[in-house]
């Protein structure tokens, strides 16, 4: 059984490199375009990690993340800030809401899927 992953990301071609990027290495990668599609996601599934966009419109990933946390199945679940929000106190302030992590946008392609690897070995 293979791995499953959320991303929650409203940008298409991010959504597409980190798809193709996790999938050729055995991940099941599940994309939501907002952070209500992502709640609706987790309501019948449980993903063994979720990446989750910090700067989306119509809900953040501050405060899905924050919902997510109140959801007991998905106490276990690690979910990593997929951000460019890189300017001091951004790394702290996705803690506080309750990410497991944080992983800088831009990706290194090279690096991606190990880190990723990582956060669901722990």
Same mark, same amino acid.
């Given at each position: /059984?293979?791995?499953?992953? %959320?991303?929650?990301?409203?940008?298409?071609?991010? *959504?597409? $490199?980190?798809?193709? $990027? %996790?999938?050729?290495?055995?991940? &099941? @990668?599940?994309?939501?375009?907002?952070?209500? +599609?992502? $709640?609706?996601? @987790?309501?019948?599934?449980?993903? +063994? %990690?979720?990446?989750? +966009?910090?700067? /989306?419109? *119509?809900?953040?990933?501050?405060?899905?993340?924050?919902? /997510?946390?109140?959801?007991?199945? $998905? +106490?276990?679940?690690?979910i990593i800030a997929l951000t460019a929000n890189v300017m001091k106190g951004d790394r702290e302030k996705t803690?506080?809401?309750?990410?497991?992590?944080?992983i800088q946008k831009p990706i290194d392609i090279d690096t991606f899927p190990d880190q990723v690897q990582q956060?669901? &070995?722990?």
């Amino acid at each position: /059984m293979s791995t499953k992953i %959320l991303y929650i990301e409203d940008n298409p071609d991010n *959504q597409k $490199l980190v798809f193709r $990027l %996790l999938s050729v290495h055995g991940f &099941d @990668v599940h994309l939501a375009d907002s952070g209500p +599609d992502g $709640l609706e996601f @987790v309501k019948t599934n449980t993903p +063994d %990690l979720i990446l989750m +966009d910090i700067s /989306m419109p *119509q809900m953040d990933g501050y405060t899905v993340t924050k919902i /997510m946390r109140n959801s007991s199945h $998905l +106490d276990h679940v690690p979910i990593i800030a997929l951000t460019a929000n890189v300017m001091k106190g951004d790394r702290e302030k996705t803690i506080e809401a309750g990410c497991n992590g944080y992983i800088q946008k831009p990706i290194d392609i090279d690096t991606f899927p190990d880190q990723v690897q990582q956060f669901i &070995d722990l």
